[in-house]
């Protein structure tokens, strides 16, 4: 540590050898590539071991005490607290840190503050903003969400407010860098606004709230001009050294007067509270962050960063190397998603970050996948297949709601009307009314290696490049004008696969075997799930992929399901036994008394599932996927919540609403299908996978 070789370029090429001893975490089984910086970063081994070392090197008490550990874990938190400020070029003459727990945690701080103002607060925030700051709007009296233009119209001196509350403050939040498509906004943005504040012919004042958790994890942040800073600023400090779980509210003391009105305090932050008789107290009147950090300190965490700061020095130098490094990996990562092309032409990837070349940006490349028709490729897909291929990428709306729709062309209308349909946030339904739901977004940090670029770019040219074009099918007019072609076979249904229990593998029905088509679907599936002991969320494979090692097998002749898991048994449960039966039968006695089932969540839609009480059948679901559960069963279709079967293509509320004269049609397609037999391809919509 201490010496770096860093190319003309910015890339680190130190990196590649420290990857191998600092992140054994990244090589486990087979190597990692790690694309989720955004949301947090690895953390090397030499952190974990000295701030071990701390632990047991040291006897750290409460800070409110006067005994010798109680003094020295003062001492540490203050020393640590000036060290993060010098962090970011912050002088503790001119600013204040707060320990909290996150960056939403230092959000819901100044909110605390400013809405126990007498007059309340306006909010504005730009529609860039993550759903933490967004959420500001349901404490202020009025809000607006501004794009581009509408700042530029406020930095040239029109108020997104009308001036008739002259004594209600203005709270302005913004991202310094997108976490969706890691776009970068101006800093200046903070002094620009004040500005207008101050020259504005009212008494209302705008302060300004800068999100900076995005930006820090890879760039330097310098806040060492107060009179042009943010008021505040929130950032966690794991998106930058991947541990601790620690964040921090940087407050610029020219601003500290919002949060006299605060009007909650908890243990540590008063010198006198009376609770007999009368109702006062008197809060510290020292440091601001004496008065706002409630109750004790996470006093381990606060000894972690720390280490963090000396370890994250040591390996990778300053944040202006990391920035270089980093931008040398987002700039080839961009390059090489832009140049993919389908044989005919189009591009594989459709890129709504800005182009590294012509914006400022972080490193952070965000995209969708079509195919060369045009179609766009589901992003459940993209994520599970990344999955298999030891491949860590974020999918869907990425909690900025305001650029996903900025994006993706979606309209208030339209977020309504898929919600309306069905979907929720961490479904499967990534697609609706033609345009995609979310995004792939891939990120980069200061670990990143060309290495991890490439492989990534390979994986994607690999599954998603078509090297040759589909045959042109004739028109379905010219397809009707043609003679039917001499020994051409009729359409008929090579196999038919169930899904017994949701998220499993599927069950392969046998040749030549009649099998029911009823109003929820092919019997048989999705006739159980695994519902999570605590949340009631019925479980997926995506959050839990050893669901793809549990085989079922319908034995009609036994009438049972039999369940195999295919995987190792836990070490600590040995005599677990690799299969489990379930009788096929629906007797009342086998499900826990409850009058009105669980309920519970599936694809986004409420429902009423019975769930087991054998605690033989559910403590074996429950050690094989290391997660506390219970198998449940549906209701027979048509009766109370959940009437329909959780398939992919499950009708919706709003196509429910049947026309006249379509029962007949119903009654076409509730009829009994036989795999490998001869069928129309007009019998039916079947759930095949």
């Known amino acids: 540590m201490g010496s770096f070789t860093i190319q003309q370029d910015g890339y680190n090429a130190d990196v590649e050898r420290i990857r191998e001893k600092e992140y054994p ?140 509350e002259d004594e209600r403050p203005i709270l302005f939040a913004y991202p310094a860098q997108s976490n ?55 950032l966690s400090f794991y998106k930058i050294f991947g541990f601790p779980d620690l964040g921090a509210l940087i407050v610029r003391k020219d601003s500290q007067d919002v949060f006299s009105a605060r009007r909650y305090f908890g243990g540590g932050t008063v010198d006198m509270a009376v609770c007999l008789k009368e109702q006062w107290h008197a809060p510290k009147d020292g440091f601001l962050h004496e008065r706002l950090e409630d109750g004790t300190l996470p006093i381990h965490s606060i000894v972690a960063l720390d280490v963090a700061m000396d370890v994250h020095a ?12 980093t931008e040398f990996l987002a700039r080839r990562l961009y390059r090489g998603l832009k140049g993919l092309r389908h044989a005919n032409g189009e591009e594989v990837c459709q890129i709504y970050s800005p182009d590294p070349d012509g914006e400022e940006s972080g490193p952070v490349v965000a995209f969708n996948i079509r195919n060369s028709q ?30 996903i729709a900025s994006a993706l062309g979606l309209e208030p209308w339209e977020m309504k009307q898929n919600f309306s349909s069905g979907f929720r946030c961490g479904t499967d339904n990534d697609t609706m009314g033609g345009k995609p739901t979310g995004i792939i977004r891939a990120s980069l940090g200061a670990m990143s290696t060309i290495a991890d670029v490439d492989g990534f770019l ?13 045959p042109i099918l004739p028109s379905p007019d010219t397809k009707l004008q043609q003679p039917p ?52 969320q019925a479980l997926s494979q995506k959050r839990y992929p050893r669901m793809a090692l549990l085989r079922p097998n319908l034995d009609f002749t036994m009438g049972e399901l039999q369940v195999t ?17 379930v009788p096929l039968s629906k007797n009342p006695r086998m499900y826990s008394p409850r009058r009105s089932g669980m309920s519970s969540r599936v694809c ?60 007949q049609q119903q009654q076409q397609q509730q009829q009994v299908s036989k795999a490998g037999s001869e069928t129309s391809d007009d019998a039916g919509s079947f759930p095949f996978h």
């Open 25 to 164: 975490m990244l090589k486990e089984r087979t190597d990692s590539i790690y694309l989720d910086h955004a949301g947090t970063t690895p953390y090397p081994k030499t952190l974990m071991g000295r701030f071990a070392h701390e632990m047991t090197a040291n006897l750290f008490g409460n800070p409110h005490s006067a005994s010798a550990s109680s003094q020295l874990s003062t001492q540490r938190i203050q020393d640590i607290r000036l060290r993060a400020l010098q962090f970011f070029n912050a002088d503790p003459a001119d600013f204040d840190l707060v320990f909290v727990a996150n960056a939403t945690a230092g959000i819901k701080l100044v909110v605390d503050a400013m809405r126990c103002l007498p007059t309340g607060f306006d909010y504005a925030y730009h529609q860039a903003s993550h759903t933490s700051l967004v959420g500001v709007r349901e404490e202020a009296r009025s809000s607006v969400c501004l794009d581009d233009r509408q700042m530029d119209d406020w930095l040239s001196g029109s108020c997104p407010f009308d001036d008739n």
């Open 458 to 470: 390979q994986f994607v040219e690999e599954f998603y490049q078509e090297d040759t074009l589909p």
């Open 314 to 325: 040591g390996l990778f130098g300053s944040m202006e190397r990391v920035a270089g490094h």
């Open 565 to 581: 898991y295919t995987g190792d048994i836990p070490p600590s449960s040995p005599r677990l036994p690799h299969s489990i039966a």
């Open 374 to 403: 045009g179609t766009w490729i589901s992003l459940a897909e993209v994520e599970k297949l990344a999955m298999l291929k030891g491949i860590h990428i974020r999918t869907g709306g990425l909690c900025n709601p305001g650029g």
């Open 485 to 536: 072609l001499p020994n051409t076979p009729e359409l008929f249904i090579k196999s038919i696969v169930v899904y017994p229990i949701k998220s499993c593998a599927g069950f392969h029905v046998p040749p030549g075997i009649d099998w029911e088509v009823r109003p929820e679907g092919l019997a048989w599936d999705r006739e159980w799930c695994l519902v999570h002991r605590g949340s009631g």
């Open 604 to 663: 986004g839609e409420e429902i009423t599932a019975q769930t087991y009480a054998s605690a033989q059948i559910n403590d074996f679901f429950s050690t094989v996927l290391g997660v506390p559960c219970v198998l449940a069963r549906f209701p027979s279709g048509g009766q109370g919540k959940g009437m329909m079967r959780h398939a992919k293509a499950h009708l919706q509320r709003h196509q429910q609403q049947q026309p006249q004269g379509s029962s």
């Open 180 to 234: 969706m498509d890691g776009r970068r906004y101006p800093l200046s943005w903070s002094s620009q606004i004040r500005h207008q504040s101050e020259s504005s012919k009212t008494s209302r004042k705008t302060y300004t709230l800068l999100d900076a958790a995005a930006l820090v994890s890879s760039s330097p942040l310098d806040l060492s001009n107060a009179q042009t800073a943010p008021d505040f600023v929130v």
